[in-house]
């Protein structure tokens, strides 16, 4: 499931992702077209938060044929990060083609369309995820804290105000807001 995929932290330290991404070049040499491996390699780079080097690697799975709706998800996914909202729009599209019930791409393709500009392309996709019953504050929720555990505060916060914006009750939320500006503040002080 694309969300799952993600949203998933890998449970390794940089060190020993390291170590298997040296590993799986390594094999790479001898079968530069594995399917296997490559998929696995785009994977580590993205935990790494090389998401360019991911989106290199999924562009060539899709050249090898490897057209299944999470490849094409996971492709509109790293456009999206990249700030490629056009080509992630394509990419969200095409899933969507293949899966028309999945709620969370909706949502993606949601924020795609409003970073892109196109707010009533945007309000539609957002209709569409809440109709399939997507939370889209837990969504926001979500992302907020895998941004924020990948150490990428500015995106962290820009999920915590969305989230805030849905539903302003939740007052732990307010704080963590005001830590993450206040972090971001301090690091750009220093910096």
């Known amino acids: 499931m694309l969300r799952k995929k993600i949203l998933k932290r890998a449970n390794i330290n940089k060190e020993q992702l390291l170590e298997l991404e040296q590993e799986i070049r390594f094999t790479l040499l001898s079968k530069p077209n594995d399917i296997d491996n490559l998929d696995r390699l785009g994977m580590?780079?993205?935990?790494?938060?090389?998401?360019?080097?991911?989106?290199e690697i999924y562009e060539k799975l899709r050249v090898l044929g490897k057209k299944d709706s999470e490849t094409l998800g996971f492709l509109g996914y790293l456009n999206y990060e990249l700030g490629n909202y056009t080509q992630a729009i394509t990419y969200f599209n095409m899933f969507l083609d293949k899966k028309p019930g999945d709620a969370f791409v909706y949502f993606l393709l949601g924020n795609a369309y409003s970073r892109a500009g196109k707010i009533i392309e945007a309000i539609n996709s957002y209709d569409f995820a809440i109709f399939l019953d997507l939370d889209i504050y837990k969504a926001h929720l979500d992302f907020a804290e895998e941004y924020e555990s990948l150490g990428r505060d500015k995106k962290a916060l820009v999920e915590y105000i969305a989230a805030y914006e849905i539903d302003p009750r939740n007052k732990n939320i307010e704080v963590k807001i005001n830590e993450l500006k206040k972090k971001i503040k301090d690091i750009e002080n220093r910096g």
């Open 44 to 55: 580590i780079l993205f935990y790494k938060r090389d998401c360019q080097g991911s989106l």
